[in-house]
């Protein structure tokens, strides 16, 4: 099986005090392509950690992460970035959506971060909005939007650029129940559609139930059981 992300050894300490807190303590995992892989453990498990760590957002104090057979390690920040930026979609669970700027505008953000020319990119965005359903809404500015429709445009936002990776942390945890499982189906649709490989981290067992498999954080671990 083809390995998009192969994680070994993976550990993350911050500074506490005079010592150290080890946030992430030895993490070994293969996330085969295609797979949607659901991350669950408690609040302070140290999944958004993790998270951070294989998103290149935060870098690992050592062990190793190859993605689609490159070694982040061996990257320079700049092409770290862009790795980021065409590679992988975020989606948050408090949408981190820029409150300025229309569903619309939102959306095409990584595309023009990417170069590509505005009207092109507004079509794309305008695409993508109709694949979550929200293409009545492009103008609208988040205030003007509920959770799950800010939820939407971020999703929108994370797949607008055709990543290979989506990392949701805890992308149903600010919504109620009915609006998160609609949510959840959403991503699910679109990871299959879309040929997508995903983690999601969760604290919702429906969420996790509609991924391929489930791991569980503690303490900075994989265990069998919490
Ligand atoms: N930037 C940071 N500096 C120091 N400690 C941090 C930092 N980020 C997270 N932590 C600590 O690391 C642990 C794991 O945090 P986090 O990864 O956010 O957990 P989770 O997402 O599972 O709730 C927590 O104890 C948290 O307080
Ligand atoms: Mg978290």
């Known amino acids: 099986m083809n390995n998009l992300l192969e994680v070994r050894k993976l550990y993350k300490f911050y500074p506490s005090g005079k010592g150290k807190l080890e946030v992430i303590r030895g993490i070994d995992f293969d996330l085969p392509a295609g797979q ?3 991350i669950v453990g408690a609040s302070g498990a140290g999944k958004t950690t993790l998270l951070n760590l294989i998103g290149a957002l935060d870098r690992p104090d ?3 992460i190859r993605f689609d057979g490159v070694a982040l390690s061996s990257l320079p920040p700049i092409e770290l970035a862009q790795f980021r930026n065409r590679k992988i979609g975020f989606i ?3 949408y981190h959506l820029l409150p300025e700027f229309t569903a619309l505008e939102n959306t095409l953000m990584p595309c023009l971060l990417r170069g590509m020319p505005l009207p092109e990119a507004q079509q794309r965005a305008q695409n993508m909005l109709e694949k ?3 293409a009545d809404r492009s103008h609208h500015r988040p205030a003007e939007l509920s959770g799950g429709e800010q939820q939407r445009v971020a999703i929108a936002r994370a797949l607008v650029g055709e990543p290979k990776l989506i990392l949701a942390d805890e992308p149903t945890g ?3 129940s009915v609006t998160g499982e609609k949510i959840s189906l959403l991503i699910r ?3 299959d559609k879309n040929g997508l490989t995903s983690i999601v981290v969760t604290h919702n067992e429906q969420v996790a139930a509609k991924c391929d498999r489930v791991l569980h954080l503690k303490d900075g671990q994989f265990v069998e059981k919490l």
Do not use: I, P, Y
Request: no cysteine; aromatic share 12%.
């Open 36 to 38: 949607m892989l659901a």
């Open 62 to 64: 050592s062990g190793s």
């Open 92 to 94: 948050f669970q408090f």
């Open 132 to 134: 979550v359903e929200l």
């Open 174 to 176: 600010n919504l109620d």
């Open 189 to 191: 649709r679109l990871h």
